[in-house]
């Protein structure tokens, strides 16, 4: 996905539909009416009633899909998007800890696909130096990932 920000002000002027906005993102519809019941987003309505997206709602949105993808929930992400929210620098300090950690969790992982790429052994999980990769699950030690994810 990308989104260019630096518009035209003709650009910044326009307005999307539901459909609209959501077919930019490869979202369903109803993706964007559930957060804008959860107060993620705020259409203005036209004369007739129907929803539309601004500039800003173009930004917002954009905003969601790159932290969800990045597994911040949308309560944290409201939380993002609200200047004002009680507590904000907690929870987006709570976030950048979990980032760091599961950067963490990926490079031990892809430095464990890399050496099974290269090793010789013809069981992987034999290979002595592949199970270093893996010792701070094994050896019992205190400072494993939560596994509540997948459980």
């Known amino acids: 996905m990308y989104l260019h920000v630096g518009m035209k002000a003709s650009e910044r002027e326009q307005t999307w539909t539901v459909g609209e906005l959501a ?3 490869d979202l369903p519809t109803n993706v964007l009416r559930h957060w804008e019941t959860l107060g993620l987003l705020t259409p203005e ?19 969601i899909v790159r932290n969800k993808a990045a597994g911040m929930t949308l309560e944290q ?9 009680a507590g904000r620098h907690e929870v987006l300090e709570a976030h950048l800890r979990d980032l760091d950690e599961r950067a963490r969790s990926i ?3 892809r430095e464990m696909t890399a ?3 290269r090793c010789r052994a ?3 999980v034999a290979c002595p ?22 459980e």
């Open 122 to 124: 013809h069981d992987i």
């Open 115 to 117: 050496h099974a790429l």
């Open 77 to 85: 992400i409201g939380v993002l998007l609200d200047g004002e929210a």
């Open 23 to 25: 077919a930019r993102f």
């Open 107 to 109: 490079e031990r992982s």
């Open 45 to 63: 309505r036209d004369a007739s009633g129907y929803r539309r997206y601004r500039h800003v709602d173009l930004v917002r949105v954009a905003v």
């Open 129 to 150: 130096r592949f199970a270093q990769h893996v010792a701070d699950l094994t050896d019992g030690r205190a400072d494993r990932p939560r596994t509540t994810d997948w």
